[in-house]
């Protein structure tokens, strides 16, 4: 019998690290992503895909991703581990 949650958190470790901090364009917020508002973005022949508000601009602005430093360090040990994998 297949072991569900020990294949749900060996996916889970595998997951390439994403960014978590935003940054306006338009006003020059910093901030957590998880501060911000989302909305759907993209058409049917490209494609939808989630975009972040900026939670001080009146129509959203335009967020920049950038990642702390402890998740910055936890994608290169994911980038390396990955990339070893594929050798």
């Known amino acids: 019998m297949i072991d569900l949650e020990a294949l749900k958190e060996e996916l889970d470790n595998d997951r390439e690290p994403c960014a978590d901090i935003g940054i306006c364009m338009e006003c020059g917020w910093r901030g957590p992503l998880s501060d911000?508002?989302?909305?759907?973005?993209?058409?049917?022949?490209?494609?939808?895909?989630?975009i972040h508000l900026c939670p001080q601009c009146e129509?959203?602005?335009?967020?920049?991703?950038?990642?702390?430093?402890?998740?910055?360090?936890?994608?290169?040990?994911?980038h390396k581990k990955?990339?070893?994998?594929?050798r």
């Open 82 to 86: 990955v990339t070893k994998q594929e």
């Open 36 to 50: 911000c508002e989302t909305d759907v973005d993209g058409d049917w022949e490209s494609g939808y895909y989630q």
């Open 59 to 78: 129509d959203g602005g335009c967020i920049d991703y950038d990642m702390t430093e402890a998740t910055a360090v936890a994608w290169e040990e994911w």
